[in-house]
């Protein structure tokens, strides 16, 4: 709206205006470069911040399990995070979906070889971390967990689903939870009864 009638008036044959007016867009259009350097420098340092965030978190993490857990997990969820990103691209939208995702990704992750997982950590380690990401690279976080040299709080090889009451219902639960937030994105079907499409 300001640009149009600044354009009109910077048209305008009285040569005061048609100057006062260009120099306003001048002006505008400096200004709104400004704050679009600044709505980047604001990105970016609030990106930076999360990360910071991210380390300070895995303090507490690594304090508790040690650093050496901290590491075959953070291993792990890279791994469940690439199955994922795999699921919502062919699974996600078949009309049949597991009725349990974590069971589900369990299963997926037992079916691949060492080398499958071994190229999925490297692959997710190469992309790195740029100034606009969230988290922290993976091989930072880990150096960073080695530097700390934690041994830990709480040692134990049972499951984390030994933590919960009715794991099993409490997944199937977050499960159909999750397809309905979703529904825009799966293709409507009939989630399986049973089963986690073995």
């Known amino acids: 709206m300001w640009d149009d009638r600044l354009s009109a008036v910077a048209g305008s044959r009285v040569s005061g205006l048609a100057l006062l007016a260009a120099a306003a867009k001048a002006g505008l259009g400096l200004a709104r470069l400004v704050l679009r350097g600044l709505a980047v420098l604001n990105h970016a340092v609030a990106c930076s911040l999360l990360r910071r965030m991210e380390f300070d978190a895995d303090h507490y993490e690594l304090h508790a399990g040690g650093s050496e857990a901290f590491e075959s997990a953070s291993r792990k969820l890279t791994v469940l995070g690439e199955l994922w990103q795999r699921f919502h691209l062919t699974a996600g939208f078949s009309p049949a979906r597991p009725p349990n995702l974590p069971e ?95």
């Not at 100034?131 to 709080?153: E, F, K, V």
């Not at 090889?157 to 499960?175: G, I």
Request: glycine letters at 8%; hydrophobic letters at 45%.
């Open 104 to 198: 589900h990704f369990l299963w997926e992750a037992e079916r691949l070889t060492p080398a499958e997982m071994e190229r999925m950590v490297q692959e997710s380690d190469a992309e790195g971390a740029k100034w606009w990401s969230t988290h922290p690279s993976n091989p930072a976080r880990i150096a960073a967990a080695h530097a700390a040299g934690a041994a830990g709080l709480v040692t134990s090889e049972e499951p984390a689903r030994e933590l919960f009451d009715h794991f099993e219902a409490l997944a199937e639960a977050v499960s159909a939870s999750h397809y309905r937030a979703m529904s825009a994105h799966f293709a409507m079907g009939q989630v399986l009864t049973g089963g986690t499409g073995r």
